[in-house]
Every structure is written in C-alpha cells, then in structure tokens.
C-alpha cells in the first residue's frame, strides 16, 4: 500500500537552534492517517576516562562530534551533526523506562488486536542484546513485553489447543472435546522426569490463567530454572480488554542467518540437535501477509513457558566470536508473540467456533545483526561471508526505507526491494501499513565508534521520514448481539453451582443460599434493588405503594424481557429454519464441493511437492550462487596478485639482463685488452727470437765464408731486416717463403744475376739433384722419422772448394745443430742451390731452412701459453707473424 500523502512539519522537527541536515522533507502528522516510523535512541555506558564522540543535548538530540583519529577527520569531511530522535535515552535510561516508552503502548496494541514491529539497529556491541533481552533481574523488551501480556490476560485466558495454528499463518477454533484429546496427547507425549534427569517441568507460575494442560515446550534445565526463580518480572499491565473474549498467546522464534531462515523453535532429537536446520520459505498467506512456513508456532500458557521458548530458540542461535564482542549476534533473530482472542458464547463457556469472529495481533520483536567493517574484526572464512550476508541485508534495508521515502515524497510508484533480502521481505506487511513499526537505534557513544556510528545516525534520522499506514481499528465487539458480561456471569453462575448442593440447596458448608443468589442478582436482575418493607407506623401506605410501583416496574421489565425473549426465540427458530433449509443445501454443495476439493487437495499436494523441489534446487543454486561469485572474487584476487608478481618477476629480469649486458661489455672490454697486451708481448717474443735466429744465420753465414776462403761466393753487405708489417690472414693462407731474402742468400742484390731456384724447380729435377751435404763437426743423429732425401750426395765436414766449384752439385745442404729455448736439440738443414755464375764460378744460393726437432709432447712449449681459449684469429696472426719473422722461408717439421 502505498501513501500518497503527505503532511506538515513537527514543531519538535523544528526546534530552534538545531543545526538539521540540508533538504531534509518535512515530517508527515499523525492526523493523515498514518504514523511515521518511530525512532528512538539509547546510547550505552561507556567506560569512565574513554573518549566519547555522542552527547545528548537534551531529551530528543544528540551531538555527534567527529574525534581526531576518525576517517572522515582524516579526509577532511567531518563537521559537527546534530540529530533528533523522538526520544534520546542517555546511558543511566532503565530498562523499564525504555519498555515503558516504546514497547508496551505496542503491546496494549497487540491485545486488541493490532499487528506491531519492534527493532533493535546499531553496530556491533552498541546494547542491542542488551536493550531486546536484558538479564534475569533487569529484562529487555521481550521478557517484559511476555510479562506484561501474561499480566493482562490472565483472567481471560483460553484452555489450551482451543485455538489452534492451521499451519497457514491463520488458526481454528477447536472444540472442547478436541482441545481436551490434545491436551492428553501432549502429556503422553511429554518425557516422564525419571527419563530425562537433567530437565524437570517448571512449576505453572500462580495464576497462570486457565491454561490448564501445561506445555509440552515447557522443560528447562535446572540451571535454567533456577535463574527463572531469580528474575524480577514486570508487574504492570494493560487494562480495558474485553473480557468476554477469550486470549491465546503463541510464540514463533526464527532466526535469518546468510540469508537463510530457520526455525529455532523447531522440535529435534537431542541426538540430532548438533544437525543443522533446515532453511524455511516465506510465503503469503491468503490475506497477503508474508509468514514463515513450516514455522513452529507454540502456545505458552504463562510467561515462563515463553521464556523458556526464548531460551531455547537463543541456544540455537547463531552466536560467533568476532574480536569486537566476545557473544556478537551473527544472526538477524525475529521473536513473534502472536494474540488469538475469539468471544465467548453466549451462555460465556466456550470460544465461539468462527474464524470470521476471531482477531489476531502480531508483535515482532527484532534483534537485527551488528553492522561491522570486516577489517576491523579481523574476520575470515565464514565469519567473512557472515559480515557480508549481514552487510546486505542491513544494506537491502536501507535502500527499502529510503526507496518508500522516495515514493513517499515524490508520490511516486518506485518497486520497493522487499524481496532483495529475507529480513526485508518479512517486515513487508508492516511497511505497506499492517502495523506499527518502532525502531530502537542502540548507540556506542565511544569515540572510536565514530565512523560507523555516524552511518546508523543517518539511517535512522531518514527511517523517521517514512510514513505508513495506520491499522484500521479491528472491531472487538463484533456486532453479534451476544450479551456484554457472559464471562463474569458463568463464573458466578458456576461458582453458585458449586455452592449448592446436589438437591439445589445450598451445601451445609455454604454461609447461606442467600449470598449465592445476592451474588447472581446482577446478573439476572430484573431491576434496581427491592426498596425497603418495612412498615413504619403512619408510612405503610407510602411503602405499599412504593412497593406497588417497585412490582409494576418489574412486571413490567420482565413483560418486556419476556416479549423479547419470545421475539428472539421467533426469530432464532426462523433463523433456525432458515438455517436447516441452507445447511441442507450447503451439504449437498459440501459432497460436491468435497470432490472437487479432494481432487484439488491432490493437485495442490502435488504442486506443493514441486515447488518444494523447486524452492530447494532453487536455493542450491542460490548457495552455488554464492559460492561461485566467491570463488570468481578469490580468483579476481588470485589473478591480480600473480600478475603483480609477473610484472615484477618481469622487471627484475629486465634489471638482470641490463646488469649481465654491462658486465658482458666489461668482461669483453677487459678480455680484448687482455688479448692485445699478451699478444702484443708475444710478437715482441717472436720478434726477439727471430732476431736471434738471423743472429745466428748471420753467424752461419760467417762460419762458411770463413771455412770457404777462395770460395767464391761473393756476398751482399747484409740488408736492414725488413720492418714487420702486420700480417692478414690471405697473406698466411697464401704463403710463400721469401727466397730473394738477401740475408739468406748471401747473393749479391745488385747484380741480380742468378735467380734463386724455386722448390717447383727442384721437384721437377730430383732424379738429376748432386747434394753437397755438409756436417761441420759433431752432429748427434737423432731417431727423427722425417731424414732428408737425398739420392745422390756427397757428405764433408769441411768444405772445400772443388766440392762446389764442380759441374755435377746442383744442391748445398748445410747441418747444424742447436738448443732451443726448451733445451731440445734442434738441426737446421740449411738449403741452397748451387748455381753458376757468370764469371765461371759457382755460387751457393740459400733457399730452404728445414729443422729437424724432437721434443716431448708433455712439455709445456711456448705456444701452450697461449691457453686453451686461443682465438683462432690471433693463432694463426700469431703464425702468420712467426711466418713473417722467418722470412728466409723456414719450414718447421715437429
Ligand atoms: N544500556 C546498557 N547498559 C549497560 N550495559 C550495556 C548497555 N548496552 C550494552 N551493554 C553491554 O554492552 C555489551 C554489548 O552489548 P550487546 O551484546 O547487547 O551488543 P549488540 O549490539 O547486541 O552486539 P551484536 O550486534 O554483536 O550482537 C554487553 O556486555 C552489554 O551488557
């Protein structure tokens, strides 16, 4: 139902000196039909010396400052609020108080039959608990909110399983009879004490009412009795209910926890009590109001029955340790008081069996779940999705109340989401105008609360924005012509039964028959009290015709009475023909309507199996649901944080590589002028050990010109040694010993007269080839595989001139052994060709060097030096410049 209206601003909304909040609406009057939604506050002890961010500034404000260390300071957006609530309860506010105000006018409301809806918001630990349930000397809401209607109908209380839940959110009318074969049922369905050691009955409580039967929910533990025996119940009442009405109370406990509602008041084995429960649906019932189906519903007969029904349904609940409170609620907790009240018949004995005669009201007290930040609870795991669950559904709540608002002021159409959350979905009735909704804001006032605080200050100054619709008035009296008073006069009726004897007379123990009848006089009485007979002497004639006017008036009355009696039973007897007539038709319709029905009972049990199938495939995948986005969100996480590690994992490999890179150009920068430095000293090596060997060629030279006088070779002044030039590697490849060498040949350069015989040549005439092998001195003959070959030859140690100067030596060898740097015994074979001069002489004409050299492979020789990691490039450089360095062309066998 939506309101439409609109109204004027409170004069308590518009206090002078109160700083409100921009733009806020005015606030509807109670005189359009409608009630605001009502708000108060109660703020909770806080520990002396603790910094405190809530003040009350007077009964209906309070001032919230933002403390230094809060959020919104830190960014700069906090400033000074005031809000205003209808009451504001500071911390030393009693329990009762608080009852006083706010439940009990709700409770006055649910005996006359009126739906009401009671809930505690704040953050976690902020006194909900605390305000909802109290402790056994000082009760919350509930037990006094049981206590008070306990209180109030105890007179007019119905015998138990008179009325009796029809499973569809509505109740029956039973009849005696039945009642009575529940009641039976029930005690030998109760456990007998001697089973069940640890749980004894409570006592019925003195004036219990006339429940009679006792309760089968009705056990406790001793411990559990025992604090029932310490606690102070409320005393008070509600007075102007109608008595000849008679009053059942029964109480449903759910709990909506992820979401999901279950049913704490539900009957389990105690082997099975550790089995979770099973989630129950909300339906609408057929007058639209949404119920929780398959919900026990018990009937309690005195206020401890209740509260023990309270206690068991809180064992049950969902209580977590979180680090803010060590016995947080995880749970939204609904505890329902519904009152069935039905008049008595007329002669004030038995409920009148029809449901259109009975009116029911509904209280739902609500103990809604802390609001939480779940970093500051350190919460994990299944406390985790808990704070969520909790977060939306508060969340869903919000956006319902401010979605009405909306509406409300724009007139506008907007779907409220009732149906986002279980919690919502359940108070629907009551914000489409089925009751009174209140709403108690419990309140931390503790500085370090401030920046949740502030959001539920918020929420609350905007839910008493929101209006709705004021219940009709349910006629109590319902117009049925049945006697005011039946019950007081069955009552005196009985009891003056009882006083009289089995012969109608009054019993012996009875003071007098007459006290029973002056007690029925009231009741039957045909007018005013007799006046006075006695004859006063002079008076009697007065007194006679007092008494005559006192008979006339009563024969009259009972003339009158009698008339209406007679004209009652005319019409009882039309009606009750009228009636016969229509029973019979409505049999006949019945058999019909019965088949149809039974057909129809069948369709919709079948229809009801699927859609309970249905409701429960539906809520697996709602949890499959769930647990996938969770999953999805892990692994959202999951994948963020991997791909964190691989940019960084990339970076780092960057960082390497560029690291390696510098050390490679380093290391190759030092390898490259390692390299030229050693072989910058291996060419001066070289460089030196070929100047030693032309040295020593020199010295050769010497020695045969000296052995040879008369030997007519003449010899060129020896040239400047050519300065080595780098070589490349065409050179090397290309290699050709450099036989013009002059300091080999000892030709005379200028005259260029003898060309000096190429190895080609020499090939060509071996067969014809006259050596001259000379071995000046001692020569060791050394085990070499490689000899020279010489086919003919002619062997001196001492050269002599014919030896040359003949037709038939084309060939000069010359022997002569050395040591070299390792102390190995190299022989050169120094080689010339022998060839004629123009003067008729013969000139020697050096060509070759061979050496002939052994030496041990093991030895480390000079080359060895230059390491495994040689370069090619600068080996054969290295050749090449050794190649270079021998320029006389020597041929180096090993
Ligand atoms: N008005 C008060 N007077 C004295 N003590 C209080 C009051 N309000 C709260 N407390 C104490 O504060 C503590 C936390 O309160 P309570 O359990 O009621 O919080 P809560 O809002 O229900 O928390 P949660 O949402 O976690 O269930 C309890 O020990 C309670 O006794």
Not at 301 to 315: H, K, N, V
Not at 325 to 345: C, G, K, M, W, Y
Not at 771 to 784: C, F, M, N, S, Y
Not at 812 to 819: E, I, N, P, R
Request: net charge positive; with cysteine.
């Amino acid at each position: 139902m939506r309101i439409s209206k609109l109204c004027s601003v409170t004069p308590s909304r518009t206090k002078a000196g109160v700083r409100k909040t921009p733009g806020r609406p005015a606030r509807p009057s109670q005189s359009d039909g409608v009630d605001p939604v009502e708000v108060v506050c109660r703020l909770r002890p806080v520990p002396e010396g603790e910094e405190r961010c809530v003040e009350q500034l007077d009964d209906t404000t309070v001032l919230v400052t933002p403390p230094a260390n809060s959020q919104a300071f830190r960014y700069g957006t906090a400033k000074e609020q005031q809000y205003k609530f209808g009451t504001v309860f500071p911390d030393t506010a009693t329990q009762k108080q608080l009852f006083d105000a706010v439940a009990k006018p709700l409770v006055r409301d649910l005996l006359n039959g009126k739906n009401g809806l009671l809930f505690a918001y704040g953050i976690t630990g902020s006194g909900k608990t605390h305000t909802m349930m109290g402790s056994q000397q000082d009760g919350g809401i509930m037990p006094r909110c049981i206590d008070v209607i306990f209180n109030s109908i105890v007179n007019y209380q119905a015998r138990r399983f008179v009325f009796k839940p029809d499973r569809l959110n509505s109740f029956d009318v039973q009849t005696e009879a039945d009642a009575m074969l529940d009641r039976q049922r029930e005690i030998l369905n109760t456990p007998k004490p001697g089973k069940t050691p640890r749980k004894r009955r409570v006592p019925p409580t003195p004036g219990g009412g006339g429940g009679g039967g006792g309760g089968g929910s009705g056990s406790v533990t001793p411990d559990e009795s025992d604090a029932a025996s310490t606690r102070v119940p409320e005393v008070s009442q509600v007075s102007g209910l109608d008595e000849d009405n008679a009053f059942a109370v029964f109480v449903s406990y759910v709990e909506i926890y992820n979401n999901y509602v279950y049913d704490l008041l539900e009957e389990v084995a105690p082997e099975n009590m550790k089995k979770s429960l099973q989630s129950r649906m909300l339906r609408e019932d057929n007058n639209k109001n949404i119920y929780v189906h398959g919900a026990s519903e018990v009937e309690v007969s005195t206020p401890s029955e209740a509260l023990d029904a309270l206690r068991r349904g809180q064992r049950r609940r969902k209580v977590a340790h979180t680090t803010l409170n060590t016995e947080s609620s995880r749970s939204h907790s609904v505890f329902t008081i519904r009152v069935v009240q039905a008049p008595l018949d007329p002669r004030g004995e038995e409920v009148l069996d029809d449901k259109a005669l009975m009116v029911v009201g509904q209280l739902s007290l609500v103990d809604l779940a802390g609001s939480e930040r779940t970093n500051r609870t350190k919460n994990n795991g299944d406390r985790l999705r808990e704070a969520g669950n909790i977060n939306n559904s508060l969340m869903v709540l919000r956006t319902c109340i401010e979605t009405l608002r909306e509406n409300q002021l724009n007139n506008a159409n907007k779907m409220v989401p009732y149906r986002d959350s279980r919690i919502t979905h359940l108070f629907k009735n009551y914000f489409d105008g089925e009751g009174k909704v209140k709403m108690v804001v419990c309140v931390n006032p503790r500085a370090e609360e401030y920046d949740e605080t502030i959001h539920v200050m918020k929420f609350a100054e905007l839910t008493q924005e929101v209006v709705v619709a004021r219940p009709a008035d349910r006629p109590l009296d319902m117009g049925i012509g049945l006697t005011p008073g039946r019950r007081k006069a069955n009552q005196i009726l009985r009891e003056a039964q009882r006083r009289l004897g089995s012969d109608g007379r009054p019993s012996e123990a009875e003071p007098s028959g007459g006290e029973a009848a002056a007690e029925l006089a009231p009741v039957f009485c045909l007018g005013p009290v007799w006046p006075s007979m006695a004859m006063t002497p002079g008076e009697e004639e007065e007194t006679v015709r007092c008494l005559v006017r006192f008979l006339e008036r009563r024969v009259q009355l009972r003339a009158t009475l009698l008339h209406e009696l007679q004209r009652q039973q005319d019409a009882f007897r039309q009606l009750l023909v009228k009636t016969e007539m229509e029973m019979s038709a409505l049999r006949q319709e019945n058999a019909q309507l019965r088949a149809s029905s039974d057909g129809s009972s069948r369709r919709t049990a079948a229809l009801e199996a699927r859609l309970a199938s249905a409701e429960a495939a539906n809520d697996s995948l709602n949890r499959r649901f769930r647990e996938l986005n969770e999953n999805q969100a892990a692994l959202v996480n999951e994948l963020g944080e991997k791909e964190m590690l691989l940019n960084q994992e990339g970076l780092e490999r960057e960082r390497v590589k560029q690291r390696m890179k510098t050390r490679m150009q380093q290391e190759k920068e030092r390898l490259a002028s390692d390299m030229k430095s050693r072989i910058k000293m291996n060419r001066e090596m070289l460089k030196t050990e070929m100047r030693a060997k032309d040295e020593k060629l020199r010295a050769l030279r010497d020695i045969i010109n000296n052995e040879e006088a008369g030997f007519a070779v003449p010899s060129a002044p020896p040239a400047p040694a050519p300065r080595p030039r780098p070589s490349t590697a065409n050179e090397t490849a290309t290699f050709r010993p450099s036989r013009s060498d002059p300091r080999l040949s000892g030709t005379p350069q200028p005259k260029r007269t003898v060309a000096a015989t190429t190895r080609h040549r020499r090939s060509k005439s071996t067969d014809a080839e006259v050596w001259l092998d000379h071995r000046p001195g001692h020569v060791l003959e050394l085990a070499t595989i490689f000899q020279p070959k010489m086919k003919k030859r002619k062997s001196v140690t001492k050269l002599d001139a014919k030896d040359v100067i003949n037709d038939k030596t084309s060939k000069y060898v010359l022997t002569h052994q050395d040591q070299d740097s390792q102390g190995e015994v190299e022989t050169h074979m120094v080689k010339g060709d022998v060839l004629p001069t123009v003067g008729g002489g013969r000139a020697v004409v050096f060509s070759d060097m061979e050496t002939l050299r052994l030496s041990n492979p093991g030895a480390k020789r000079p080359s060895d030096e230059l390491g495994p990691g040689l370069d090619y490039e600068l080996a054969r450089e290295r050749c090449a410049t050794g190649i270079e360095g021998h320029a006389a062309g020597k041929r180096r066998k090993t």
